[in-house]
């Protein structure tokens, strides 16, 4: 949780207001900001979440109505059909948030108490509880550092005959190689869950993400390209499955209905208010918007920053397009005269430029004790397999060097002008050039 709250923190007091920027007068020769020179960017960035006045008179008119609930009125089922024709999908389900959409999508892919499924470790903790709360393993794949998504290689080794399903993380909003995962989960009969809660509107060989397997769960908290505050959706391309997963997010009703008695099935409560929908659909085009944005600039710096000795952008399958919820690359202290990660990271945040390194090996953070040793995962696994289980976190060689070695931008970087991509590259170029100095400040 830590990670995540100096993730969401880090998105939201890095977006100073946005300046226009005078002509460069940088030089990458000149003194690093953390050895007493000036700072390359001085502008700020943008602001995150972004609001406009001419959205608030349709939010009144939700408050003013009274019907904030679901049932109450139809925004939240405009915005499952427009978000369901933005992603080409057959349709979605709008739910409380992306954690709860998981659940909702494990549970109606029939992921139950004494089940395995395997997914990145390479994640936002909530994958992990997402599958915890079903009473379900959550089984890593090894992560392949040069793309920091899921390696299709190491999932077979992971199967066992407890395996229900495999998750992927579309992770920064870069899509997985879904057509080797899902040849995989069809050959041995396993339903696939997109976790696509960072990749509003990403691509795999002209789909997006959220369609690719049996369902997909997208997250529209604050932080996020959608942001409502909280929020999330199912989407799927089976009518039947969202009307289970409706069924499910509404205390078991039958589906679209208010209805009680005598046709409930297991459910929760995990709807969505129409004041979050009423947000969520004025940001549809501004979505698409920002996304094109994003995209050109996260183009342009992988371009330059990939001509930089030691710093390595990340790989993306043939054919796929990202929406880069941050823009993450390896950093190879080697390059840099050893000057080590964090020192790096200070120096660049002392140019201007925020950047963080999102995600450790939170498998021995205590979280996963926790769940193997409670009373329920005790009853449910033999103490072999839940020692083996422990043990197997040391096998994940690549998710180890994938901590290890990513630093990222957030998303508000890429909103920005050329020139202040330009005080980025040269940031980091200027860094290299002093890295000796900085090793030993
Ligand atoms: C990869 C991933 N999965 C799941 C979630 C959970 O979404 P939410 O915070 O809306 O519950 C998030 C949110 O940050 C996420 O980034």
């Not at 080797?180 to 989960?185: G, T, W, Y």
């Not at 997109?194 to 049996?214: F, I, P, V």
């Not at 039947?240 to 499910?248: E, G, Q, R, V």
């Not at 005790?378 to 072999?384: E, M, P, S, T």
Request: hydrophobic share 40%; aromatic share 8%; proline share 4%.
């Amino acid at each position: 949780m830590q990670n995540e709250i100096n993730r969401r923190h880090f998105l939201k007091t890095t977006a100073a207001a946005s300046v226009a920027l005078p002509s460069l007068s940088f030089a990458v020769d000149d003194k690093p900001a953390l050895l007493g020179g000036k700072a390359l960017h001085t502008g700020g960035w943008a602001r995150w979440p972004q609001w406009r006045e001419a959205w608030e008179g349709d939010l009144l008119k939700v408050y003013r109505s009274g019907k904030w609930f679901r049932g109450s009125d139809k925004h939240v089922e405009e915005f499952e059909i427009a978000y369901a024709k933005l992603l080409g999908a057959t349709k979605c389900l709008a739910t409380a948030s992306g954690t709860t959409a998981l659940m909702v999508a494990l549970h109606v892919m029939d992921v139950d108490a004494g089940d395995e499924v395997i997914c990145s470790p390479y994640t936002f903790i909530a994958t992990y509880n997402a599958i915890l709360n079903a009473k379900a393993l959550p089984v890593f794949a090894d992560t392949d550092p040069a793309t920091l998504r899921m390696d299709p290689a190491t999932i077979a080794s992971r199967i066992t005959d407890r395996t229900r399903a495999i998750l992927p993380v579309h992770i920064y909003g870069m899509p997985c190689e879904m057509d080797a995962i899902n040849a995989l989960a069809k050959q041995h009969k396993l339903a696939v869950v997109e976790d696509a809660c960072q990749a509003w509107l990403a691509e795999y060989h002209g789909k997006k993400c959220g369609t690719l397997g049996d369902l997909g769960a997208f997250s529209f908290q604050e932080s996020k390209h959608l942001p409502g505050g909280e929020g999330g959706t199912v989407s799927g391309m089976s009518e039947a499955l969202i009307d289970k997963c409706n069924s499910f997010h509404n205390c078991g009703r039958a589906c679209g209905t208010n209805k009680g008695a005598g046709s409930f099935t297991r459910g929760n409560n995990y709807r969505m208010t129409q004041a979050q929908a009423v947000i969520l659909l004025q940001q549809l085009d501004k979505l698409q918007q920002d996304t094109a944005v994003r995209r050109a600039n996260a183009d342009y710096l992988t371009g330059e920053l990939g001509k930089i000795p030691g710093i390595a952008p990340s790989r993306q399958p043939e054919n796929s397009r990202p929406v880069w919820h941050l823009y993450p690359f390896s950093y190879d202290a080697e390059k840099f005269s050893g000057l080590p990660r964090d020192k790096f990271m200070k120096a660049l945040a002392a140019e201007g430029v925020p950047n963080a390194s999102p995600y450790r090996e939170q498998y021995f953070d205590g979280l996963l004790d926790e769940a193997i040793n409670s009373r329920g995962f005790k009853r449910l696994w033999g103490a072999d397999r839940l020692k083996a289980y422990r043990d197997s976190f040391q096998e994940l060689k690549g998710n180890k060097q994938a901590c290890a070695a990513t630093v990222a931008f957030p998303q508000t970087v890429l909103l920005a002008d050329r020139a202040s991509l330009e005080h980025i590259i040269a940031a980091i170029r200027r860094i290299q050039a002093h890295s000796a100095e900085l090793v030993k400040a």
